[in-house]
Nanobody
Framework: QLVESGGGLVQAGGSLRLSCTAS?????????MGWFRQAPGKESEFVAG????????YYGDSVKGRFTISRNRPENTLYLQMNNLKPEDTADYYC?????????????????????WGQGTQVTVSS
């Protein structure tokens, strides 16, 4: 139902823009959405979250100031602009959609709060 794209190989300091679109059954644009990532051998990590109306955005500590989450509600597309990438950003990135419209940082960071998940897109940052 959610399909990510935009991953790839980039050198440290470079940028990538990930996209997430609904495929098949549409995900309501009234839901909050988020990005998570998982590196090999590591636990899943919250990257960023955004409320349905884009008013509230939240970021994981490791990406603050470098990543920007946004969404285009009419097109039902979620984005993650990643700048100044570091080798430690290497991971599979997943978008997710909740069944609620907005929440606080604790809610946004909780994987269990999301009902829909994409298959992931791989990001590799070389040093």
């Amino acid at each position: 139902q959610l399909v990510e794209s935009g991953g790839g190989l980039v050198q440290a300091g470079g940028s990538l823009r990930l996209s997430c679109t609904a495929s098949g059954r549409p995900i309501s644009s009234s839901y909050a959405m988020g990005w998570f990532r998982q590196a090999p051998g590591k636990e899943s990590e919250f990257v960023a979250g955004i409320s349905w109306d884009t008013v509230d955005t939240y970021y994981g500590d490791s990406v603050k100031g470098r990543f920007t989450i946004s969404r285009n509600r009419p097109e039902n597309t979620l984005y993650l602009q990643m700048n100044n990438l570091k080798p430690e950003d290497t991971a599979d990135y997943y978008c997710a959609a909740a069944l609620w419209s907005s929440g606080n940082i604790a809610t946004m960071r909780d994987r269990d709060e999301y009902a829909y998940w994409g298959q992931g897109t791989q990001v590799t940052v070389s040093s």
